[in-house]
């Protein structure tokens, strides 16, 4: 059974890059069947995605977050990874790393890490 | 604002059956299968129901989902205390971006 885990900073300065690492352990991340992403959730808010890395480096992201954000993938370590640039407050949220199964639907979660923004 | 629209709350008593509804759009729901997570406080999401109906190994049968055109809906019936939490439905658009839900909180009486 495939697990994932968050793993950064749990304070970063405003203006400053967000950098976050998904370690997977239990299945290989060079499987094209799946889209490996990061999403967000503010305290008290909803679930925001904010974009994925498929196995060949290939990306999408959200587009209002799109010019902040870069997701990569390092097949050598079975990690991914996400950095999200000039943060403000408002990027205080609990960031989990997340894997969706293409074919299936199938989906695992990380249990997730909170990142606060501030001085 | 969300993409896809999910009632703010909903309650029910123990052993009576809810519904949570999700409505999105044909380039969403009405084109891609459809997610549904409970998220108790404090945790992360837990899948539910995937692929619009399918329930994981280990979520009790009392859980259930369907799709219809650009609409979704989890439904639990025989409700128990344990079920009392944030649900979120979930789905990608043909833009490949993964689109949520706001979430309803689900209130057993």
């Known amino acids: 059974q495939v697990q994932l885990q968050e793993s950064g900073p749990g304070l970063v300065k405003p203006s400053e890059t967000l950098s976050l690492t998904c370690t997977v352990s239990g299945g290989s991340i060079s499987i094209s069947s799946y889209y490996w992403s990061w999403i967000r959730q503010p305290p008290g808010k909803g679930l925001e995605w904010i974009g994925y890395?498929?196995?060949?480096?290939?990306?999408d992201y959200n587009p209002s977050l799109k010019s902040r954000v870069t997701i990569s993938v390092d097949t050598s370590k079975n990690q991914f990874s996400l950095n999200l640039s000039s943060v403000t407050a408002a990027d205080t949220a609990v960031y989990y790393c997340?894997?969706?199964?293409?074919?299936?639907?199938?989906?695992?979660w990380g249990q997730g890490t909170l990142v606060t923004v501030s001085s | 604002q969300s993409a896809l629209t999910q009632p703010p709350s909903v309650s029910g008593t123990p052993g009576q059956r809810v519904t949570i509804s999700c409505s999105g759009s044909?380039?969403?729901?009405?084109?891609?299968?459809v997610n549904w997570y409970q998220q108790l406080p404090g945790m992360a999401p837990k899948l539910v129901i995937y692929s619009n109906d399918q329930r994981p190994s280990g979520v009790p049968a009392r859980f259930s989902g369907s799709k219809s055109g650009t609409s979704a809906s989890l439904a639990i019936s025989g409700l128990q205390s344990e079920d009392e939490a944030d649900y979120y439905c979930a789905a990608w658009d043909n833009s490949l971006n993964a689109l949520f839900g706001g979430g309803t909180e689900l209130t057993v009486l």
């Open positions: 997340w894997r969706y199964d293409i074919l299936t639907g199938f989906d695992s």
């Open positions: 890395v498929y196995y060949n480096g290939g990306t």
């Open positions: 044909s380039s969403d729901i009405g084109s891609n299968t």
